[in-house]
């Protein structure tokens, strides 16, 4: 319900969640431990990450130590790289130290505030493990079963206020941090190559599957979101993906 590597973007994914089932599936799950999630803000799509050296091809990853959580680090994990999970305050000294050789945290916008430009050269996009990670704010289920439908109605606003707020101030400052990063800082943007990006897509696919298949709630979310995905991409690509392309002819 946070993000999956190469699924949907922040957009795609709030369409999910508030008119394709998703937020229905994600209190399904959290019923059971008396919770009631809800979406409370996205970092839109992610920056690939810090490295210490060019990645040209999927043999540069190999034997990589690379701070990644989630799905993502599994990926990695198959890709022959070694994830590494820290908390964000261990991240820049690992990274000095050599403790590790690459990371991914957010994007321009908290990168820059962490500092990591002082101990790697290289910035790569596209946040391929990233692609719209949705914050969430859990409140007890019997608190809100207890309020009267006006407050519910509040609290699930405000909830969606937040989600719409944080979105909009990191869509706002990447841009201008990582012109920061690039111009005062001299670190270096990169791409992953297309033939990279398409072995770690193929790879992504064989992980997901298999966590889906684990069990039949992950199943049965993974089919919602697949679905969902398939239908919303095509609509992406004609409507602003076809406009995005335009615009930058």
């Given at each position: 319900f946070s993000t999956v590597p190469f699924g949907l973007t922040a957009d795609e994914m709030n369409a999910w969640l508030y008119n394709g089932g998703g937020l229905k599936l994600w209190e399904e799950a959290y019923k059971p431990f008396g919770l009631v999630p809800n979406p409370a803000g996205n970092t839109g799509t992610q920056m690939g990450g810090w490295f210490n050296k060019e990645i040209n091809s999927l043999e540069d990853l190999k034997g990589l130590k690379m701070r990644m959580p989630g799905l993502g680090g599994e990926v990695l994990k198959k890709a022959g790289a070694i994830p590494v999970s820290l908390p964000g305050g261990e991240i820049f000294p690992s990274l000095q130290s050599?403790?590790?050789?690459?990371?991914?945290?957010?994007?321009?916008?908290?990168?820059?505030?962490?500092?990591?430009?002082?101990?790697?050269?290289?910035?790569?996009?596209?946040?391929?493990?990233?692609?719209?990670?949705?914050?969430?704010?859990?409140?007890?289920?019997?608190?809100?079963?207890?309020?009267?439908?006006?407050?519910?109605?509040?609290?699930?606003?405000?909830?969606?206020?937040?989600?719409?707020?944080?979105?909009?101030?990191?869509?706002?400052?990447?841009?201008?941090?990582?012109?920061?990063?690039?111009?005062?800082?001299?670190?270096?943007?990169?791409?992953?190559?297309?033939?990279?990006?398409?072995?770690?897509?193929?790879?992504?696919?064989?992980?997901?599957e298999a966590e889906a298949a684990s069990d039949p709630l992950s199943s049965k979310v993974w089919a919602s979101q697949k679905a969902f995905m398939k239908q919303v991409t095509q609509w992406t690509n004609v409507g602003e993906g076809a406009f995005i392309r335009a615009r930058n002819l």
């Open positions: 050599g403790a590790i050789d690459a990371t991914e945290w957010v994007g321009p916008y908290n990168d820059l505030a962490f500092g990591f430009y002082k101990v790697t050269k290289y910035y790569y996009t596209p946040g391929w493990h990233e692609p719209g990670t949705t914050m969430e704010c859990m409140i007890n289920e019997k608190a809100f079963n207890a309020l009267p439908d006006d407050l519910k109605s509040i609290v699930r606003n405000a909830m969606k206020v937040a989600n719409l707020e944080m979105l909009s101030e990191y869509t706002a400052r990447n841009e201008e941090a990582l012109q920061t990063l690039i111009e005062k800082h001299n670190v270096e943007l990169r791409h992953f190559p297309d033939e990279v990006l398409k072995e770690l897509k193929k790879l992504s696919s064989e992980v997901i």
